[in-house]
């Protein structure tokens, strides 16, 4: 990846992917973020919301399987269409979401895996 020298008020363009999937599938999540070349990640347990199966509450006992994880992750935008087509397959046969838009960052450096 070539970062843009172009930057707007020295912030540059890159896709942010954030997933919410059963504490089960973090580890398919973490290995589809490595082997498409993401950098690193943000993990957020015990995530609590409503969906359209419902209410789902943060972890009530000492158990990673069972409750919801968020993780976030920024990519440049070369990487982002594979990594976006890895996610898109494993959510279609398991419960989760997946939310993509773009965004800025001020040390592209960081993201370049």
Do not use: C, W
């Not at 397959?89 to 800025?104: C, D, H, I, K, Y």
């Amino acid at each position: 990846m070539t970062i843009d020298e172009t930057a707007n008020n020295g912030l540059y363009r890159m896709t942010k992917v954030e997933v919410v999937v059963n504490g089960t599938d973090v580890q398919s999540v973490q290995s589809i973020f490595e082997e498409t070349g993401v950098s690193g990640f943000t993990m957020i347990g015990n995530v609590s919301g409503r969906g359209h199966t419902g209410y789902h509450e943060g972890r009530l006992a000492f158990n990673d399987r069972d409750g919801l994880s968020m993780l976030i992750t920024v990519a440049p935008d070369d990487k982002a269409a594979n990594l976006i087509e890895r996610l898109r397959r494993l959510l279609a046969n398991r419960p989760g979401v997946m939310f993509v838009s773009e965004t800025q960052v001020s040390r592209p450096d960081y993201f370049i895996g």
